[in-house]
């Protein structure tokens, strides 16, 4: 685990490659926004990666790409104008702001969860979670990675907090049980890949009833 709760240095490399997996690319992009340190690292990635790219043998192109390219241009002869924010959420981070959200979704006591309609990868896909103050989720461990980054408030498992920007890298090898340690509801955007495994032979009964 990341002891100050950044990305991997590889995970934040392979984002400024444009490796990362969509879901995983939002949670990263939305961790980003919070910690302008880090974004600016990963622009200087891309930086060196444009720099390496320049030094590259060119490969011809056939005689009328550039014909084709400006004859498509010309048939567009509107205004650019930038499409509106597609959801009703002004607290979430920019990056954030350009996809749909689904209806909030009751999943235990305190606890709901919303669609982010961003692109998936296989069973992997991003969700808003949001846990009211003093309450956690079930004790569980995960069937592939999960991805979660603090946008308010503040959460803390058995051996660690979470707050503002704070990212949480969890797999199946992580068994935790988040609960709020801020006065204001926790609202975290989650990349999660597959369904969550309630621990114990209560979660064992209650994991056909909770679907993030």
Same mark, same amino acid.
């Given at each position: 685990?990341? +002891?100050?709760? !950044?990305?991997?240095? @590889?995970?934040?490399?392979a984002y400024a490659a444009? #490796? $990362?997996? %969509?879901?995983?690319?939002?949670?990263?992009?939305?961790?980003?926004?919070?910690?302008?340190?880090?974004?600016?690292?990963?622009?200087?990635?891309?930086?060196?990666?444009?720099?390496?790219?320049?030094?590259?043998?060119?490969?011809?192109?056939?005689?009328?790409?550039?014909?084709?390219?400006?004859?498509?241009?010309?048939?567009?002869?509107?205004?650019?104008?930038?499409? +509106?924010?597609? !959801?009703?959420?002004? @607290?979430?981070?920019?990056?954030?702001?350009?996809? #749909? $959200?689904? %209806?909030w979704r009751w999943i235990?006591?305190?606890?709901?969860?919303?669609?982010v309609h961003a692109p998936?990868?296989?069973?992997?896909?991003?969700?808003?979670?949001?846990?009211?103050?003093?309450?956690?989720?079930?004790?569980?461990?995960?069937?592939?990675?999960?991805?979660?980054?603090?946008?308010?408030?503040?959460?803390?498992?058995?051996?660690?907090?979470?707050?503002?920007?704070?990212?949480?890298?969890?797999?199946?090898?992580?068994?935790?049980?988040?609960?709020?340690?801020?006065?204001?509801?926790?609202?975290?955007?989650?990349?999660?890949?597959?369904?969550?495994?309630?621990?114990?032979?209560?979660?064992?009964?209650?994991?056909?009833?909770?679907?993030?």
């Open positions: 685990m990341n +002891p100050n709760h !950044n990305p991997s240095e @590889e995970r934040l490399a444009g #490796a $990362l997996s %969509p879901p995983e690319a939002v949670v990263v992009a939305a961790h980003l926004a919070l910690r302008p340190a880090n974004d600016a690292w990963v622009r200087r990635l891309q930086t060196v990666g444009g720099a390496f790219l320049e030094e590259t043998v060119p490969i011809a192109v056939s005689d009328d790409a550039l014909s084709h390219t400006l004859a498509r241009i010309e048939t567009d002869a509107g205004e650019a104008i930038a499409p +509106p924010p597609l !959801n009703d959420m002004l @607290e979430l981070p920019q990056p954030l702001r350009r996809y #749909a $959200l689904g %209806p235990g006591p305190g606890v709901r969860a919303r669609d998936r990868d296989g069973a992997c896909r991003v969700i808003l979670l949001k846990i009211d103050p003093g309450r956690e989720t079930p004790r569980h461990t995960h069937v592939g990675v999960e991805l979660t980054c603090v946008l308010t408030g503040a959460y803390a498992t058995e051996t660690e907090r979470f707050a503002v920007g704070d990212l949480e890298e969890a797999d199946p090898a992580v068994l935790h049980q988040p609960r709020v340690v801020s006065d204001c509801p926790c609202l975290c955007v989650v990349a999660l890949d597959g369904e969550i495994q309630l621990d114990g032979w209560f979660g064992r009964l209650m994991q056909p009833f909770v679907r993030l």
